[in-house]
């Protein structure tokens, strides 16, 4: 029994990560559906205020856990301004003005940023060749989408989008960089809860003040299937299959979601929504996501490298 148990633990690591990669691959697609009938900023308070209800109400119902500190109320509170305001709030405000699959790979760019702010500001990366070569391809594979989708949609509002989708990209990619230099002793699950709920009383001042809302009582019955879709899946089944997944698997295999979610949001988008999909489309989807790859790899090959001289 006791023999079986790691690659039992494995397999149900494999299981979660098929589910992350698909569930957060459709959720995309599915916000896309959302958005085309209600503010995306209504949309996504909705969201995360049941979801981060259901987190918060299980953990200390069931869980018995007390309240954050303050000091993890700060560090909860910054995370929810990067990582859910920003990241998610505008990322899903994109959608409205520009195609799923350019916004899912714009998203998947962030680990490009991370090095470059790391090395901007913190003086901590040494760049390589592959390094290098990463970003080139990454920028790149993007370049080329872009280029693809701007013949029939070029205007204002595509720029608008373009923006949102990179300040949400970065903004990720901040709060990638916080979460590794600022440790907060909480569960994870807990803390993610308490992020969306706070997110979500920010971005409902933000959709009130900034774009006409639907009442709750004129939303349709399609987008409420949508936003139990984002609750149940999107925020809840998918994020607790990704942190199983990252304590079962390899790290370098369990990363492996950041490169299929693009691919898969990008194919159903063509399926589903009939956007513009051809060969130079994905073609620029691969060299981004190649780009992506490279980028992590050299970075974890000169981690090891560190570690092996210090050894030595």
């Known amino acids: ?18 589910i992350t990669c698909f569930v957060w691959g459709t959720t995309w697609v599915v916000s896309k559906l959302g958005v085309n009938e209600i ?13 981060g209800a259901c ?12 309240l954050p500190t303050a000091k ?14 920003f990241a998610n709030g505008l990322s899903t405000w994109s959608l409205k003005f520009i195609p799923t699959g350019l916004s899912a790979l714009i998203g998947a760019l962030y680990p490009l940023s991370v090095v470059i702010i790391e090395k901007v500001f913190f003086k901590s990366r040494q760049l390589t060749i ?10 790149t594979g993007v370049g080329i989408v872009f280029y693809e989708n701007t013949f029939d949609n070029l205007d204002s509002s ?3 989008g373009l923006s949102l989708s990179v300040v949400a990209m970065l903004s990720w990619s901040v709060g990638t960089v916080f979460l590794a230099r600022n440790k907060a002793e909480i569960n994870p699950y807990y803390g ?3 992020q969306m709920l706070i997110s979500a009383l920010i971005l409902l001042v933000l959709a009130e003040t900034t774009q006409p809302t639907v009442p709750i009582t004129a939303i349709s019955w399609k987008v409420w299937a949508v936003i139990g879709y984002l609750v149940l899946f999107g925020s809840i089944i998918s994020f607790v299959a990704f942190i199983y997944s990252m304590k079962k698997l390899p790290a370098g295999i369990a990363s492996l979601y950041a490169y299929i979610n693009p691919l898969v949001a990008m194919l159903l988008a ?9 060969i130079n489309i994905l073609w620029g989807a691969l060299v981004t996501l190649a780009g992506v790859f490279l980028v992590n790899y050299s970075l974890k090959r000169d981690a090891r490298k560190i570690i092996v001289e210090a050894e030595i």
């Open 1 to 18: 029994m006791k023999t079986n148990a790691p690659i039992e633990g494995k397999g149900k690591g494999y299981l979660a990560l098929v």
């Open 39 to 51: 503010p995306a900023l209504q949309m996504a308070y909705i969201r995360q205020f049941i979801a």
């Open 55 to 66: 987190f918060v109400v299980f953990f200390m119902w069931h869980k018995k856990l007390r």
């Open 72 to 85: 993890q109320f700060r560090w909860i509170f910054v995370m929810s301004i990067l990582m859910f305001v």
């Open 130 to 139: 592959l390094t290098f070569l990463g970003l080139f391809l990454g920028l």
């Open 158 to 160: 595509f720029l608008i």
């Open 192 to 194: 993610t809860g308490w």
């Open 270 to 278: 063509g399926i589903i929504l009939k956007e513009k999909l051809n």
